[in-house]
């Protein structure tokens, strides 16, 4: 069952940008923590950024500090990831997951998030 959908991946130049999105379906994002995580190709899934219900505060991985920003649109349910700068190591599968346990989704354990999406691919190349 769906919880989350993504949508906005694509291919992008390095040093272009892209925003994601992540709308919850049948919930509200209101009390809900939200991640992103993403997959590159043969490697594990790595938490990315997430933003916290309780305050909206936000966390991001090293390797994307300064270069991606994570908010949220409580309206519209949804989660955006605006990703700027981008790397060919940024180039993967972005998944977004849910949990009302901030402490899953901004841990990176994203296997523990009771709501999942089924990812949208991303490509940096030139």
């Known amino acids: 069952q769906v919880q989350l959908v993504e949508s906005g991946g694509g291919l992008a130049q390095p040093g272009g940008s892209l925003r994601l999105s992540c709308q919850a379906l049948?919930?509200?994002?209101?009390?809900?923590?939200v991640g992103w995580f993403r997959q590159a190709p043969g490697k594990e899934v790595e938490g990315v950024s997430c933003?916290?219900?309780?305050?909206?505060?936000?966390y991001y991985a090293d390797s994307v500090k300064g270069r991606f920003t994570i908010s949220r649109d409580i309206a519209k349910n949804t989660v955006y990831l605006q990703m700027n700068s981008l790397k060919p190591e940024d180039t993967g599968v972005y998944y977004c997951?849910?949990?009302?346990?901030?402490?899953?989704?901004?841990?990176?354990?994203?296997?523990?998030?009771?709501?999942r999406g089924k990812g949208t691919l991303v490509t940096v190349s030139s």
């Open positions: 049948e919930f509200t994002l209101h009390y809900v923590a």
């Open positions: 997951a849910g949990d009302l346990n901030s402490d899953y989704v901004c841990g990176g354990d994203y296997y523990r998030s009771d709501y």
């Open positions: 933003i916290r219900s309780s305050d909206g505060s936000t």
